[in-house]
């Protein structure tokens, strides 16, 4: 059952991906742009922080 669950909830996935993909651009680069800016800091790189 938990199989069937997961399957659907991958349909709707997929119906959302093809529905709002600008959405998604948009939101995936948000998060790529906190990862790195997550990764400098953490690097201690907070010059290169303030160049952006």
């Known amino acids: 059952m938990s199989t069937c669950h997961n399957h659907k909830m991958t349909h709707i996935t997929l119906i959302l ?3 709002l993909p600008y959405f998604l651009r948009q939101f995936t680069y ?6 790195k800016n997550l990764i400098q800091q953490s690097a201690g790189s907070t010059t290169d ?3 952006d």
């Open 49 to 51: 922080a303030y160049t």
């Open 30 to 35: 948000l998060i790529c742009r906190s990862l």
């Open 17 to 19: 991906i093809l529905q």
